[in-house]
T-cell receptor, first 110, second 116 residues
Framework: QKEVEQDPGPLSVPEGAIVSLNCTYS??????FMWYRQYSRKGPELLMY????GNKEDGRFTAQVDKSSKYISLFIRDSQPSDSATYLC??????????FGQGTRLTINP | GAVVSQHPSRVICKSGTSVKIECRSL??????MFWYRQFPKQSLMLMAT?????????EQGVEKDKFLINHASLTLSTLTVTSAHPEDSSFYIC????????????FGQGTRLTVV
């Protein structure tokens, strides 16, 4: 079993829809959670960074962490075609190195 | 967010030659940097953790004599692919965490290496 599980998709939704992306994990030591957006042939761009459980909102993006269920989510409101990319969850605990999910390929259709 | 600059963005080299990739944190100090390799449509594979002023820590299966890492300062880490072969062709990405501890991790733009 992988430490971090993420559905690779692909996920295709119409413009304006709310997108829900999520990851599950098995290591209870993880306390720091990140979501990245990666366009083709580019480095990942940090979208959200959260510590421990709870919600965090930034513009159209909301990150949720439920440590009791070992489940994290990223919601994108009012999705735009420019949001089409691969979204990667990442997390870390005592060690500094990040453990990544497989990434979900998202397409927003105009 | 903080800026991590990676150079070059693309490089083509002949088989048997060496290629150096630079990773710089432009507006913060990074005690630790990370080097990843990414294959098409796959997630990032950690190659090594680079620590300023000390030897890098390589992940299992990564040849340390082939992928030389130097972290000479708090803002610069380099990855040298030695005696490159076509199977080393890939997308290489660096990352840096601000300061120490589990802070946000920022990524460079990536380097697409093609060995011919």
């Amino acid at each position: 079993q992988k430490e971090v599980e993420q559905d690779p998709g692909p996920l295709s939704v119409p413009e304006g829809a709310i997108v829900s992306l999520n990851c599950t994990y098995s290591n209870s030591a993880f306390q720091y959670f990140m979501w990245y957006r990666q366009y083709s042939r580019k480095g990942p761009e940090l979208l959200m960074y959260t510590y421990s459980s709870g919600n965090k909102e930034d513009g159209r993006f909301t990150a949720q962490v439920d440590k009791s269920s070992k489940y994290i989510s990223l919601f994108i409101r009012d999705s735009q075609p420019s949001d089409s990319a691969t979204y990667l969850c990442a997390m870390s605990g005592g060690a500094q190195k990040l453990v990544f999910g497989q990434g979900t390929r998202l397409t927003i259709n105009p | 967010g903080a800026v991590v600059s990676q150079h070059p963005s693309r490089v083509i080299c002949k088989s048997g030659t060496s290629v150096k990739i630079e990773c710089r944190s432009l507006d913060f100090q990074a005690t630790t940097m990370f080097w990843y390799r990414q294959f098409p449509k796959q997630s990032l594979m950690l190659m090594a953790t680079s620590n300023e002023g000390s030897k890098a820590t390589y992940e299992q299966g990564v040849e340390k004599d082939k992928f030389l890492i130097n972290h000479a300062s708090l803002t610069l880490s380099t990855l040298t692919v030695t005696s490159a072969h076509p199977e080393d062709s890939s997308f290489y990405i660096c990352s840096a965490r601000r300061g120490t501890g589990n802070t946000e991790a920022f990524f460079g733009q990536g380097t697409r290496l093609t060995v011919v």
